[in-house]
Nanobody, 126 residues
């Protein structure tokens, strides 16, 4: 089982920036996928960004495209999410997830991911 530890959340004003980190603290993410999801109160969990680990190819939901950037450190142990030009609608609990099985593409469905971090709060005020 893979253990993921998120950090970097907090509160910012609209237009501000935050960087989230997701460290694989135990186990290995393998040649699968890592992803960021978010869940706002009374809403379903939704994908923010995914990354195919063997290519570092990233996918972004339309709601964050051009504002958020996912990246992987050289060791492949930490996934980052740089969030710029934040808006109040970005307010949510953000979760890091991993699918360790070899993958040729990364699903946007939460059910495809086998291990999850504990979540970290991001709050954007207007």
């Amino acid at each position: 089982q893979v253990q993921l530890v998120e950090s970097g959340g907090g509160s910012v004003q609209a237009g501000g920036s935050l960087r989230l980190s997701c460290e694989v603290s135990r186990g290995s993410a393998g040649n699968g996928c890592m992803a960021w999801f978010r869940q706002a109160p009374k809403k379903e969990r939704e994908v923010v960004a995914t990354m195919l680990l063997r290519t570092s190819g990233a996918y972004y939901d339309d709601s964050v495209k051009g504002r958020f950037t996912a990246s992987l450190d050289s060791a492949g142990n930490t996934l980052y999410l740089q969030m710029n030009n934040l808006v109040p609608e970005d307010t949510a609990m953000y979760y890091c997830a991993v699918r360790t099985q070899y993958s040729i593409y990364c699903s946007s469905s939460a059910s495809s991911y086998t291990d999850w971090g504990q979540g970290i709060q991001v709050t954007v005020s207007s």
